[in-house]
C-alpha cells in the first residue's frame, strides 16, 4: 500500500466550481511529489486536502492507511498536528515572537514545548545564531528557513510545502531548495505545490493540473538526469575549449529530445544557451568531476588516465553537496584538475 492514496477525488465550492475533478494518484513514503499547473487548476485545493485542513466532496484520501474523511474535527486536527509539517510561501511567522519562539509554537500545539528542541531545528537549517532576532529582523530567506524549522519540529510524516521558494531571490532559493534535498535525502515525504520548472524538476516525480484534473505525469530518471548532466558537462567543456573524455551513450536524436526538455524545463533557453540554472547546474557537475580527478591523484596515487577518468565520470553523479564541499576543503580548494582545467568554486572556496 502506497503511503498517499488519492482515489477519485473531487472538490466542488459551489455547484459551479469544481476545483479538482476525479484526481487519483499515489505516492511512497520517502518520495519527493512536485505539483504543478496555472493559476486555478486546483494546486492549492489538492494541498489543503493532502494536509487535511479540507476534506474532499466525494472520492477518498488515505495517509498512512488513514482515510481522512472517516476521522471527526478533534481527530482530524490531532492527526494533522502528527502528521502533517507545512511550509507556506508567506512565512505565517507571529510578529511579536522570536524565531526560538515561533517554532516552540509549532511544540505547544503538538504536545509540549522544548526549547533545546526548537534551537536544534533552528541549528539544523542554519540559524542557531539568529534564535533571539524577530521576524522583521530576519531576511525573506531566513524568515522561510525558521518556517521549514518549525514544519520539521514536531518530526511529521509528510511536508507540505506551498510555493517555498516563491518569495525569495535566487541565492536563498538554492538555500532552502538544498535544504529541501536534504530532507529527502533522510528520507522525508515532500509534496510541494510551485509553478517554477526548475523547482519542479528538483523533485523525483511531478503532476501537472490543469481545470482541477491530472494532465501529465512526469518523472525523471537518474539516469535522465545523468544525460542532462552529461549534455551541460559538454556544452561547459565546448565553450572552455577543453576536451570531454567521456564517451557519449546516447543518439543525435536522443540528444535532440533532451535538449527540448532541458529547455522546458529550464535548464537551456530557446537559443540552446545556458540558463542561470542550466550554468550552475554545468559549474556544478563539472566541479565535482574534476574535484573527484583530484582526489584519485592527490591521495590515491592513481595515475592511469583512463581508469582516474571512469571513476570521476561515476562520482560526478552521486557526490552530495555536503560531501563536495568536504572533498574541496580537505583537498586545500584546488584551482583546477589534474589535467590543468579551472575547477569552477564552491561555497567552502571564498573566491565565487
Request: charged share 25%; glycine share 6%.
Amino acid at each position: 500500500m502506497a503511503f498517499i492514496e488519492l482515489e477519485n477525488v473531487t472538490k466542488y465550492y459551489s455547484d459551479s466550481v469544481c476545483a479538482l475533478d476525479q484526481v487519483s494518484f499515489q505516492v511512497e513514503s520517502g518520495e519527493w511529489l512536485a505539483i504543478m499547473g496555472p493559476s486555478g487548476s486546483g494546486k492549492t485545493t489538492l494541498l489543503n486536502l493532502l494536509g487535511c485542513l479540507d476534506q474532499p466532496s466525494s472520492g477518498r484520501v488515505r495517509i498512512g492507511g488513514t482515510e481522512t474523511a472517516s476521522l471527526n474535527h478533534q481527530e482530524l486536527t490531532r492527526f494533522r498536528a502528527e502528521t502533517v509539517g507545512f511550509i507556506f510561501q508567506q512565512y505565517h511567522l507571529i510578529p511579536y515572537l522570536t524565531a526560538l519562539e515561533n517554532v516552540m509554537v509549532a511544540q505547544y500545539f503538538h504536545s509540549m514545548t522544548d526549547e533545546p528542541s526548537a534551537l536544534a531545528a533552528l541549528e539544523r537549517v542554519g540559524l542557531a545564531a539568529r534564535a533571539q532576532h524577530l521576524p522583521a529582523q530576519l531576511s525573506g530567506g531566513e524568515q522561510q528557513r525558521v518556517s521549514i524549522a518549525r514544519a520539521l519540529i514536531n518530526q511529521p510524516r509528510i511536508i507540505l510545502a506551498d510555493e517555498p521558494t516563491g518569495n525569495l531571490d535566487a541565492a536563498n532559493e538554492e538555500i532552502v531548495l538544498q535544504i529541501l534535498e536534504r530532507l529527502h535525502d533522510e528520507g522525508n515525504s515532500i509534496l510541494m505545490v510551485t509553478h517554477d520548472e526548475k523547482v519542479g524538476r528538483r523533485a523525483d516525480r511531478r503532476i501537472d493540473l490543469e481545470h482541477g484534473r491530472i494532465a501529465q505525469t512526469t518523472v525523471f530518471s537518474f539516469e535522465e538526469n545523468e544525460n542532462f548532466d552529461e549534455v551541460l558537462e559538454h556544452m561547459w567543456m565546448a565553450i572552455e575549449g577543453t576536451t570531454h573524455n567521456e564517451a557519449t551513450h546516447f543518439s543525435e536524436a536522443e540528444r535532440r529530445r533532451l535538449t527540448s526538455t532541458m529547455t522546458r524545463i529550464g535548464l537551456l533557453d530557446a537559443q540552446m544557451n545556458f540558463t542561470e540554472e542550466g550554468r550552475r547546474r554545468a559549474a556544478s557537475v563539472i566541479r565535482r568531476h574534476r574535484l573527484a580527478e583530484r582526489l584519485f591523484t592527490d591521495t590515491l596515487d592513481l595515475r592511469d588516465d583512463q581508469e582516474i577518468e571512469s571513476n570521476a565520470c561515476t562520482f560526478e553523479h552521486i557526490l552530495s553537496p555536503e560531501v563536495t564541499e568536504r572533498i574541496c576543503t580537505f583537498l586545500g580548494h584546488p584551482s583546477r584538475c589534474p589535467h590543468g582545467s579551472p575547477i569552477p568554486p564552491g561555497p567552502c572556496c571564498g573566491r565565487e
